[in-house]
């Protein structure tokens, strides 16, 4: 039993290129660059941001929506 193959067509040897990156993925892409060693900064800052969120909602009444919301979580 013999069995024949049938070729492929040929392509161009023009490959087409590849879009160019949109604004918003460069951005992504340089923040992710500029802040790659500075996870725990980040965490950090996280942390005292919502610590004076939580402070102002708690012992001042004047941290919004967010502020009450924490004010009801940690009553």
């Known amino acids: ?5 049938r070729s492929r067509p ?8 590849a879009p160019p990156p949109s604004f918003g ?13 500075h996870a725990r900064d980040l965490g950090g800052l996280l942390c005292v941001a919502v610590g ?8 001042a009444d004047a941290a919004g929506p ?3 919301a924490l004010d009801t979580g940690f009553g």
Do not use: C, F, P
């Not at 040929?10 to 290129?17: A, I, Q, Y």
């Not at 004076?52 to 012992?59: E, K, L, R, T």
């Open 66 to 68: 967010a502020g009450r």
């Open 1 to 5: 039993m013999a069995t024949t193959q």
């Open 25 to 37: 993925d460069r951005l992504v892409r340089g923040i992710g660059h500029v802040l790659s060693g």
């Open 52 to 59: 004076i969120v939580a402070g102002m909602g708690i012992y």
């Open 10 to 17: 040929r392509l161009s040897g023009k490959k087409k290129k």
